[in-house]
């Protein structure tokens, strides 16, 4: 059985902390990967697309990761994402693992608020 915790931190680490989009992909996603964001066609090719310009090609932009959760075949990770000259976001992205990979995507995504009723907002 594969270690879907381990394998999951390892594509966040690529993913998120390095920004080597396609490396993660290559490493962790299915061919027949579904993508439930509406602005991306289904399959790796068109995420690596469409995120790469995002992370690799963005070399100001961080996404911190502030917590990973995996429950079975489920994995979610919760990032800060800081761009210059945008409001920084929090991101949830959920992935459904089958067979050890990854074959399903879905994000959510909310700006961080400028003003909060209290001190400890998003993260």
Excluded at 16 to 28: C, E, G, I, P, T
Excluded at 32 to 38: E, F, I, M
Excluded at 75 to 89: Q, T, W
Aim: hydrophobic letters at 45%; a negative charge; aromatic letters at 10%.
């Amino acid at each position: 059985m594969t270690d879907n915790r381990s394998a999951f931190e390892h594509f966040c680490d690529l993913f998120y902390a390095q920004k080597r989009v396609a490396d993660a992909f290559a490493f962790l996603v299915a061919d027949d990967y579904r993508q439930h964001n509406p602005n991306i066609h289904d399959g790796p090719a068109p995420a690596i697309e469409m995120l790469t310009p995002k992370f690799d090609g963005s070399p100001d932009a961080r996404f911190e990761i502030q917590r990973i959760i995996v429950d079975g075949d489920l994995a979610m990770v919760h990032v800060k994402a800081s761009r210059p000259g945008a409001p920084d976001a929090a991101v949830a992205d959920i992935y459904r693992f089958e067979n050890g990979r990854i074959v399903e995507h879905w994000d959510v995504l909310q700006q961080v608020p400028v003003h909060a009723v209290h001190d400890h907002p998003m993260f």
